[in-house]
């Protein structure tokens, strides 16, 4: 037994250096990144009626019209600090630091090299899949809304010391900062959240008057790893939640287990991943896939997110490319980086633009269940007679059914059999007289 704890005594060094060099490694997070995106969607489901039939037909666009960048495009940034009006300023991230972050994010969105750290990345072939240069980049807006010029970082003192994932940062009626342009400029509010919040974006078709990223001062910006946060000190928080807002869903759903992210070249997951797993980590979905787990739309430890897939990478494209829902975005006259002061000054915000409504449908529908497994139920009420026409569309833009109903005036059901269709995501296309109705459907066995 001596012997056994002298060579323990004598290998404990070498155990604790190897253990401190490989802690990124080996190690789970003490607080596990929590990110709010999808919570954030269905909070804003509950608010705006619309907003499920407007990202749904944008789903439907992107199947059907896929659109590719023909250049490189600069997306102009607007980071709102947020901090409690008397507390110490010094230590709020100075317009030099947001900088190193939006280069930081650039880099990931224009990685030339295909960088492989992960057995998988030979063993699965994900190597393969992993996109070479997006050809998006960001920078700090050099115009603000006058067309002054701006460092592109707004300090903006607050009553608030901490914020809820409830879009109350997003106006200054509400005690935040409101929101610019959305059309001209990618808000980001940074902010003190609970523990429990860790940042979320809202992805494009959403309330225009809360669009933007939200994220906590914890994890904005690198960090050296003996800070509270590691091992999410990379930068690559905002690098995720940036891919949320160009509309690419997170690997996992907390609401529909082993959902398909829209992405045909990513495995299907059934959880975030936490920490770094090795090879041969599976989910527990239908024939229980390799995770994708170094892929910036997981949760790993910012060591080892380093790539966005291909089909990510159209997804993206398709959203910024002409006739895309942020198009205008990277077409606007403000998308010159800034390189003026590196201190930004305390701003006094402009009032927020009322939100526009969207005019109450004469028609009420339900497309369900969801997940379907054997028929597709659609339950119509119309204010006038007509013809509804109901398309489904697969995954790969075709049609996989069409059925066109005559309807009379109140309320009325309809059935299509999907028994025989392979699992996956289908867009679900209703016209009724004019007026064009969309929904995500998932057939799952």
């Not at 930081?104 to 295909?114: A, H």
């Not at 659609?378 to 013809?387: A, M, N």
């Not at 309807?407 to 299509?416: L, Y």
Request: proline share 5%; hydrophobic share 35%; charged share 20%.
């Amino acid at each position: 037994m001596k012997k056994v704890i002298y060579l323990f005594l004598f290998l404990l060094p070498s155990l604790v250096e190897a253990q401190t060099r490989g802690l990124d490694r080996l190690l789970l997070p003490t607080t596990p990144r929590r990110y709010h995106t999808q919570k954030n969607y269905q909070r804003l489901l509950t608010i705006d009626r619309d907003m499920a039939r407007r990202r749904a037909f944008l789903d439907m666009q992107l199947n059907l019209n896929p659109a590719s960048l023909t250049q490189d495009v600069t997306i102009p940034v607007v980071v709102h600090l947020l901090y409690k009006a008397g507390s110490d300023t010094r230590n709020l991230p100075s317009a030099s630091d947001i900088r190193q972050q939006l280069d930081i994010v650039s880099k990931d969105f224009r990685q030339t090299i295909r960088i492989q750290k992960h057995k998988a990345d030979t063993e699965e072939r994900f190597a393969e899949k992993n996109a070479l240069d997006t050809r998006i980049s960001f920078c700090l807006a050099s115009k603000d809304l006058s067309g002054a010029n701006t460092t592109g970082v707004l300090t903006v003192p607050t009553s608030i010391t901490t914020w809820l994932a409830d879009d109350k940062m997003k106006s200054a009626q509400t005690g935040g900062s409101t929101a610019w342009d959305i059309e001209k400029y990618l808000n980001i509010w940074v902010v003190n959240f609970p523990d429990s919040i860790s940042g979320y974006a809202q992805m494009p078709a959403g309330p225009a008057s809360t669009d933007g990223i939200v994220i906590d001062y914890r994890y904005f910006g690198k960090k050296p790893n003996n800070d509270k946060t590691f091992p999410y000190t990379e930068g690559k928080t905002l690098t995720h939640l940036v891919g949320s807002y160009l509309n690419l869903y997170e690997l996992w759903s907390e609401t529909t287990l082993c959902a398909d992210d829209g992405v045909d070249d990513t495995p299907i997951a059934n959880a975030p991943t936490l920490g770094n797993v090795d090879y041969r980590f599976v989910s527990t979905c239908n024939g229980n896939p390799v995770i994708m787990s170094m892929n910036f739309m997981d949760n790993t430890n910012d060591n080892m997110l380093y790539m966005f897939t291909n089909g990510q990478k159209r997804r993206m494209h398709a959203c910024l490319a002409e006739n895309g829902i942020r198009y205008k975005l990277v077409q606007s006259g403000a998308a010159q980086c800034s390189n003026g002061n590196p201190n930004a000054q305390i701003v006094q915000q402009n009032p927020p633009k009322p939100p526009t409504t969207t005019p109450q449908s004469p028609i009420s529908y339900r497309i369900y269940p969801n997940p379907a497994q054997v028929n597709i139920n659609l339950d119509l009420g119309v204010e006038k007679g007509g013809e509804a026409t109901l398309t489904i569309y697969n995954a790969q833009g075709g049609i996989q059914a069409s059925r066109t109903y005559k309807v009379t005036e109140g309320s009325q059901s309809f059935s299509i059999d999907c028994s025989s269709w392979v699992t996956g995501l289908y867009i679900a296309h209703l016209k009724v007289n004019d007026e064009v109705l969309t929904e995500r459907i998932l057939i799952q066995r």
